[in-house]
């Protein structure tokens, strides 16, 4: 089971900070469900990535901007970057994906936000052709 530490950690490596501990227990709790199936096929070891690409994965869906990078000892500045979402969200996806063989936490994936349905309009127009011309 993962634990709200290793999921700090673990989001704070991942550029993601400031999740309110409300959700993040949340989203720890949603994450564990699966225990029973990842202890059933996996090691502890793969079961723990499996738990933290799932949590990247419903915070990542919250919104695309994370800390690029950051300085300290009071020279304090912080970047933030906001593009590559789509990229991120895939790379964790297959991840996650390419680790769960037996789909533990297929059913809490949250919905792919890269997704855009498109829609058209098709008219045609007919006419009914009846003998001599």
Known sequence: ?????????YLA???????????????????????GCLDEHYTPAVALLIQS???ALMAYGQGDKYIS???????????????????????MLGLLRGLDKHG???GLIPPDPTVQAHGGLWIAKGNCYSGGR
């Open 1 to 9: 089971m993962i634990t709200a530490e290793q999921a700090q950690q």
């Open 13 to 35: 490596s991942q550029g993601i900070s400031k999740v309110p501990d409300f959700i993040l227990a949340a989203w720890i709790e949603l994450v564990n469900s699966i225990q």
């Open 53 to 55: 690409y799932l949590l």
């Open 69 to 91: 990078s950051q300085t300290a000892p009071s020279g304090a500045s912080r970047s933030f970057r906001y593009q590559g979402f789509a990229d991120r969200w895939r790379a």
């Open 104 to 106: 533990c936490a297929t």
